[in-house]
C-alpha cells in the first residue's frame, strides 16, 4: 500500500508512462499489477487446510505460481528502470552539452575574439592590396605593348 509516488502505485494496478520527447511520440508505459491475495491468486488458508497433504500441496503449488509471477513483474520492472535510466543518462548528458554550448557562445573571451577580428581585418587588407598590386603590373605590362 505505501509503494506509491505522486499518486502512482504500480503495484496497485496503476499504469506509468514516461514521455521521451516534447510531441509524445517517444514515450514508455509501464503496466500496473494487482499484487494482493486475489491478484497473485491466494486464498486464506484455515487451521484445517494444513490436515491434508492434498490440500498442502496445493498451497504450495499456488505460492510457487505467486512466486513466479512476482519474479517475472520484478524482472519486467527492471527491465523498464534500465530503459528510464539509460534516458535518463542521456538526456542529462544532451543538457550539459547544449548549457556548454551556449555558455560558450555567452562568455566568449573579449580579447581572443578581438585579436581573431584583428588578424581577419589584416588578412583582408593584405589580400586587397595584394590584388591591387596584381591589377596594376597586367597594365604595367599592357603599356609596354600599346
Known sequence: G???FNGT???AGNNLTATFNET???ALT????????AGLSLTAASGSDFQ???VLDGI???????????RTQAATFGSNLTILQTRQDFTGRLINTLQ???DDLVLADTNAEGAHLLALQTRQG????ALSLAAQSDQAVLTLFA
Open 2 to 4: 505505501d509503494s506509491g
Open 52 to 54: 491434508s497433504n492434498p
Open 126 to 129: 593584405l589580400s586587397l592590396t
Open 24 to 26: 509524445g511520440a517517444s
Open 9 to 11: 502505485n504500480l503495484l
Open 100 to 102: 556548454s554550448g551556449a
Open 60 to 70: 504450495v503449488t499456488a505460492l510457487d505460481a505467486a512466486l513466479t509471477r512476482l
Open 30 to 37: 509501464m503496466t500496473g499489477v494487482t499484487f494482493d491475495a
